[in-house]
């Protein structure tokens, strides 16, 4: 099925509906568009496996796992918690109860939630149990730490802080939610004084760090249809930061940029995202809901380049890294593009298994993780 709605799942059921018969290049209706095949390519760049190491299986949750420095934080849904450094297993550890999402790492803690809301956080050096908190729902993106505190969304898209010393609350934030959303796997993201989290209805927020008390609001995407599912228009991704600009991307809506400190927007496009997309020093760049990616500039929103070849192939977010953009699909297979152009340069099958958590950059090697557990370091040049 569509990554909009398995990566990120409908948070009602909307099974039978024709619209996912055309998003599903399984479907066995045999009526929707199929999954782009893979035509031979021109290899010009070198990419190659420097380690895979196994963790555990997602069984329906998305795992993404965390590089901090040298280490490799990964977690899969049995509660197994590894850390490798350069591909050497240095702790494995088994929390208490299944886990429901990635990890959330610096040089300090590790921390995971469950399906039960629950947080816990361990230290990096040894991976042995520091302390535990409790959210509103269920916890299926990475938490993020800062230097004071580890902040938490729950499924049913509020955000908590927890002191990174004991775990105790210090604030919560919630904004209504339309009867129709999204279930998101994305964490927010923390700068300088700003907690910034995309939610339904197409709104990007940023909340002050220190209380949760909210700063700005911009629209990434306003709704539109005549009915709720019509008008679903969620911010399921990360946003991501450049200087002084913000970005983010919605579902059925609208990339779009804003002023990091007054939320005025910049520029904004019309292209539906639920994988989310990246930003170098000239581009941004999105991966679209129906498997094209492109390159659009970064000072205005205009178009550079599209690649369309991989429709419906289920795309996670860009990854830039040197002269090449990688991609991952749902047969777990990493692609890269040239940069400029975005020509292909080369392909690498991982385990077979979907990659739906988004690619992971450590120094300028790729970290991926399959749904089937797999960890790897990939080096692409």
Known sequence: MSRAFVAILLSASLAGCSMLDALNPFSSSGSGPKMAELRPIDTSADVHVLWQEGVGKGDGYIFVPAVVGSSVYAAARNGTIARFDGGQQVWRIYAEQPL?????????????????????????????LLWKGKASSEIVAPPVIGSSVVVVRSGDHRLAAYDALDGKRKWVYQRPNPPLSLRTAAPPLLADKYVFAGFPGGKLIAVGIDNGVPLWEGTVALPKGATELDRVADVTSVPV?????????AFQGRVSCFDLGSGNMIWTRDISSAA?????????????????????DKSSGASIWKQDKLFLRQLTAPLPRRNLLAVADVQGIVHFLKRDDGAFAARLSTDGSAIVAPLQSQGSHFIAQTTNGRVFAIDGQ
């Open 276 to 296: 989310g997309l990246a930003v170098d020093d000239r581009y941004v760049f999105v991966s679209d809901d129906k498997g094209a990616v492109h390159a659009l």
């Open 241 to 249: 930061i450049d200087g002084r600009t913000i970005c983010a991307a």
């Open 100 to 128: 429901a999402g990635g990890v959330g790492a610096d040089d300090r803690l590790v921390v995971v939630g469950t399906a039960k809301g629950d947080v816990l956080a361990f230290a990096a050096a040894d991976g042995h």
